[in-house]
């Protein structure tokens, strides 16, 4: 063989050696699809993890979903948004449905994820049991938030009999105060949480009686804390504590509503 040929195929055998090496990086299937079905609101989010460098020329550009063998949606797409994502479709579906959803990568592969539909929020994928941790963890934040603020009502009535009957009050304002504090912060942890687990299953944060009010129950509570407060001095303080006793006793109702409301979602009852 000729120097100038041996080279030339030496040359043509690298290419395609470099070439081939490439190609799994540059078009490869998603890493990752989870997909979760809230039957109370009929929708379906699919959680798509494609780590691409170019967002318009390599993407997911179709997703079928079937229920059964029975082909029920399909949507294209010309890119994606980011490497993890999710969609959301709206699809009627009832309990021990078998779920298929098949995501199509515009280059190469697909990847494909199935479950069967149970009651309240059902989860299927690699962030499945992130999700089930997330919310058994809201529940029982809130739930923690809702037991404190209701043993924290006599203690409150100490200090509120001790104003009435002009007496000194039992127990420690303080330790009282802290409590209440603890449970506006119980909640605020656990509404991130809610946050989450509201863009992993449908995306609508006040689509739902929950959502308003577990709302309207946080800013009760924190109304009801200043209330109590030095800087609600100037109303006085038998203003003060009228308020504030209604404003508890409102939090705890709303808070209680929220808990159900809750668990009513999630399909726990």
């Not at 691409?52 to 948004?81: C, N, S």
Request: hydrophobic share 45%; with cysteine; net charge positive.
């Amino acid at each position: 063989m000729r120097r100038p040929a041996f080279a030339m195929s030496l040359t043509s055998i690298i290419l395609l050696l470099i070439i081939a090496s490439s190609l799994p990086v540059e078009a490869h299937p998603p890493e990752g699809m989870t997909i979760i079905y809230n039957d109370r609101m009929d929708i379906l989010t699919v959680s798509i993890t494609h780590d691409v460098k170019d967002l318009t020329t390599h993407y997911v550009d179709r997703i079928e979903i079937y229920i059964g063998a029975t082909q029920v949606i399909e949507r294209t797409f010309t890119e994606q948004p980011r490497d993890s994502y999710n969609e959301r479709f709206t699809l009627k579906a009832v309990k021990d449905d078998e779920i298929r959803v098949v995501a199509y990568c515009k280059l190469e592969g697909q990847i494909e994820r199935g479950m069967t539909i149970g009651s309240g929020i059902t989860a299927e994928g690699d962030k499945a049991d992130r999700i089930d941790t997330v919310l058994f963890a809201h529940a029982g934040l809130q739930i923690m938030g809702l037991g404190l603020a209701l043993m924290n009502i006599p203690r409150g009535m100490h200090f509120y009999r001790a104003w009435k009957t002009k007496t000194k009050p039992t127990g420690k304002r303080r330790r009282h105060a802290r409590i209440g504090m603890s449970v506006v912060g119980i909640w605020g942890v656990g509404a991130l949480g809610g946050l989450w687990i509201v863009y992993m299953t449908s995306g609508d944060y006040l689509g739902s009686p929950h959502g308003w009010i577990a709302l309207s129950a946080f800013i009760a509570a924190l109304f009801t804390v200043y209330s109590a407060s030095t800087s609600f001095r100037k109303a006085g303080f038998r203003m003060r504590m009228q308020t504030h006793i209604i404003l508890a006793l409102l939090t705890i109702t709303l808070g209680a509503l929220t808990v159900v409301a809750g668990m009513m979602i999630a399909g726990f009852i």
